[in-house]
């Protein structure tokens, strides 16, 4: 018997997805097989681009199965019959049934870390050259959103490291504003040293929280 695939993102199952280490990636397929009245969902999880995998629950009123393992799969051919029990699947498989929907799936975020002297919005020697690093990256996509965060250590009191770090969120700004970044695309925050990368005391010099973090989506 002839079989044709066809994709959507819309599945008649339940789908609970539960964050363990990282983001979720998962896959949904609806499989219509020519000739018969059978509709075949296909759930399957992958990892994401950080190698991190989540938890994913696939229930109809027949009953339920999860997905703990990348690159396995379950099936589901009525909504009252359960779930099929986990199976792996192979990555030429995934890339065949699942070429359209990756393609139309979005970037992933590229987290950049700039550091700074101290009591300075001046970046320090090594962080100078992921500049053009975050400039290439935005070169590369169609759309792109930056989120800029700036952060100090807690040499200074509150409202001394609020207003640093705002100036050095707004530092990078400028920076990426004179090589053609779009100021609507970048969004701006800053915490002071009320989010340390490294926790410490108080007026403790930390050239690890002295940081921007940059995001781009």
Known sequence: ??????QFFIVPVRVACHEMRGNLFVLLVLLIISGCATVKDTV??????????GQLTVTTR??????TVPNTMVEVTGFGKSPSDPKKIDQTRIDSLFTDSIKALPLEPVRFLLY?????????????????EILSLVDKRDFYEISIIGHTD???????????????SE??????????IRSGQMELRYYGKRDPVIPTGDNVREPRNRRVEVVVK
Do not use: C, W
């Not at 018997?1 to 066809?6: A, Q, V």
């Not at 101290?118 to 090594?126: D, M, P, R």
């Open 116 to 132: 700074f002297l101290n009591n300075s919005t001046k970046l320090t020697t090594e962080s100078k050259p992921l500049i053009p």
């Open 44 to 53: 399957v999880l992958v990892q994401d681009a950080d190698g991190k995998v």
């Open 171 to 180: 530092a990078v700004r400028d920076v990426l504003l004179s090589h053609g």
């Open 154 to 168: 807690t040499t200074g009191d509150d409202e001394y490291d609020m207003r640093l770090s705002s100036a050095r």
């Open 1 to 6: 018997m002839k079989t044709n695939y066809s």
């Open 62 to 67: 027949g009953g339920a199965k999860t997905l």
